[in-house]
């Protein structure tokens, strides 16, 4: 019979290594908390501010947890190589890999430029494709498989007028792990989604510093409210768990009911 994990011990992490890129701040940051405080060692990649990176890792040992940070920018696939083989050689093995950092422009497609299209794709997509195939060969290659959970968007299906280039990247992290969940299922690899709709986080700054803009975006939301951080972050724990054992190449979402608002016209 298959073992099916018992309800608490699935959402337990003891010993599991993950990986949180764009982890020292918003969503990612609620990750490494979340996770670092269910017994997982976690690997901390950032961009920028080492100094909230040595917070986080000091907030995480104190929850009794253990987490190292590597500055390793996803846009550069060399730095992405480094971080896998970073949290190899600190822990020994990759059993998450969380593709959480990401950027948007809000531009039309009449006004995108090159550069803006090239930035978010490199960070939301190229980075995503390719920390899914270094962490994946690094998870097929020490026997034991692993799980890439991707921090997509309601976006990756629901259209934002106004921020193309993102809505692109995300509909492509839509496919990426819809083909690559079923191209690795019999590798012992599975890849989920997690689509959050409106959170409060710094990408979200200049919405919630427009109390105009932030009641229209709060009236859209059946739930009413931004989420926080965390309310997206424990979703990502349980899929992190045993407990998840059977999900691949899909995307679940926590957005308050957005991505379903109608007015009842
Ligand atoms: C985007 C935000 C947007 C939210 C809800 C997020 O993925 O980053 O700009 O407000 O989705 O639409």
Redo the contacts with the bound molecule.
């Keep these: 019979m298959t073992q099916v994990p018992h309800a608490l011990a699935s959402l337990c992490l003891q010993d599991k290594v993950i990986v949180v890129t764009g982890g020292n701040s918003g969503i990612g940051k609620a990750i490494v908390e979340v996770v670092g405080s269910l017994g997982a060692k976690v690997v901390i990649d950032y961009r920028s501010h080492p100094e909230r990176t040595e917070e986080l890792i000091d907030e995480v040992g104190e929850l009794g947890g253990r987490s190292i940070g590597v500055q390793a920018d996803v846009s550069k696939l060399e730095d992405l190589q480094q971080l896998i083989d970073t949290a190899v050689q600190t822990f020994g093995k990759i059993d998450v890999m969380v593709n959480n950092a990401g950027i ?1 422009t ?1 531009t039309s497609i009449l006004d995108t430029s090159p550069e803006d299209f090239d930035n978010v794709m490199n960070v939301n997509l190229r980075g995503v494709f390719f920390a899914t195939q270094y962490a994946a060969k690094q998870m097929i290659s020490q026997g034991s498989g692993g799980r890439i959970i991707n921090i997509s ?3 990756e299906d629901w259209p ?1 007028p106004n ?1 193309t280039p ?1 809505c692109v990247a995300k509909g492509g992290v839509r496919m990426l792990t819809r083909t690559a969940g079923v191209e690795l299922a019999d590798k012992g690899v599975s890849i989920v989604n997690v689509g ?3 959170v409060a986080t710094p ?2 700054d200049s ?1 919630m510093n427009d109390p105009e803009l932030l009641a229209k ?1 709060n009236a859209a939301i059946p739930i009413g409210r931004m989420a926080q951080p965390a309310e997206i972050a424990s979703v990502v724990a349980f899929l992190a768990g045993n407990g998840a054992s059977y999900m691949t190449a899909t995307s679940v979402f926590a957005d308050g009911g ?1 991505m379903m608002s109608s007015p009842g016209l």
């Design positions: 948007e809000r968007s309601v976006h934002m921020n993102y959050p709709g409106a990408i979200n919405t975006l957005i």
